[in-house]
């Protein structure tokens, strides 16, 4: 089976799929940007179950019920704060989806839809991220073949714009 690779301009919360990729803070208790927007979405069980994990190292994964979301689950991810590129900030991104990704396929989630992790307040660039994200979702994909999609989830055009060009790269190499 082939995983399809696919870029949404929406809302994540309103996505029906197994598992939503939230852009946490390392207390998963809610905060700013499109962490605060899934806590409000999905209601004050998700903190409940969130406050019982005991937060969430940088670069690591966790996973929670949906609630009121049309999503099964929400994958919680902690991405790296940009500091000029030189404090690991590349391998921590890139942990953050690879990790994502094995707790979805270990909680047998086949569609999967991600959120532009670290670009928003925690300041990364978007071009720089969307590589990132793109090549470490392809490079998971086509070595586990449990996936059937993954949603890149965009709110803003110049997020769009560096996801659609990096896709178009991979899908030109294919």
Sequence with gaps: MTTELKLVWTDITTLAVDAIVNAANETLMGGGGVD???HRAAGPK???ECFTLWGCRRGMAKITQGYQLPAKHVIHTVGPIWM???HGEADLLTSCYNESLKVAVANHCKTVAFSAISCGVYGYPVDEAAHIAIKTVWDFVNQN??????Y???FEERVRVAYQSVLDEVFALC
């Design 36 to 38: 605060g927007v899934i």
């Design 46 to 48: 998700l903190a409940q």
């Design 84 to 86: 000029g590129g030189n």
């Design 145 to 150: 073949k449990e996936l059937e999609t993954v």
């Design 152 to 154: 890149f989830v965009v």
